[in-house]
């Protein structure tokens, strides 16, 4: 993990390598991993998240996501969620939805997180 300043802001970088940010638990390490680095930003590659929160129904995703929300930390998810195999319409459609507000983002690379940011 390493913290920087990106367009003004404090944002947490997560190791691609690691456990799994897989359940509320796994969600709460990182988050208090972010309050001791005084962070605002969140990013996290999404080799790093289980394949679970990619399946809506599971309930992993809303569960997760609440919790940097709950926190006032925005989550960013880096890389394609492809990763964990093709993505269904309603997950096509979270996604797109997400991208749209400010909680939560799913970008590319660091270049379009820098064009979000800025």
Same mark, same amino acid.
């Given at each position: 993990?390493?913290?920087?300043?990106?367009? %003004? &802001?404090?944002?947490?970088? !997560?190791?691609?390598?690691?456990?799994?940010?897989?359940?509320?638990?796994?969600?709460?390490?990182?988050?208090?991993?972010?309050?001791?680095?005084?962070?605002?930003?969140?990013?996290?590659?999404?080799?790093?998240?289980?394949?679970?929160?990619?399946?809506?129904?599971?309930? !992993?995703?809303?569960?997760?996501?609440?919790?940097?929300?709950?926190?006032?930390?925005?989550?960013? !998810?880096? %890389?394609?969620?492809?990763?964990? %195999?093709?993505?269904? %319409?309603?997950?096509?459609? #979270?996604?797109?939805?997400?991208?749209?507000?400010?909680? &939560? #983002?799913? !970008?590319?690379?660091?270049?379009?997180?820098?064009?979000? &940011?800025?």
């Amino acid at each position: 993990m390493g913290t920087t300043t990106r367009n %003004g &802001l404090r944002v947490l970088t !997560v190791a691609a390598e690691g456990p799994a940010i897989q359940d509320e638990a796994s969600a709460l390490d990182v988050v208090g991993d972010a309050f001791g680095a005084e962070a605002e930003v969140v990013i996290v590659p999404v080799e790093r998240l289980g394949a679970a929160f990619f399946e809506l129904r599971s309930g !992993v995703a809303g569960a997760v996501v609440q919790k940097f929300v709950t926190y006032r930390l925005r989550l960013v !998810v880096v %890389g394609d969620p492809a990763h964990h %195999g093709p993505t269904s %319409g309603p997950v096509d459609d #979270w996604i797109r939805e997400a991208n749209r507000g400010r909680d &939560l #983002w799913f !970008v590319a690379d660091d270049a379009e997180l820098d064009r979000r &940011l800025g």
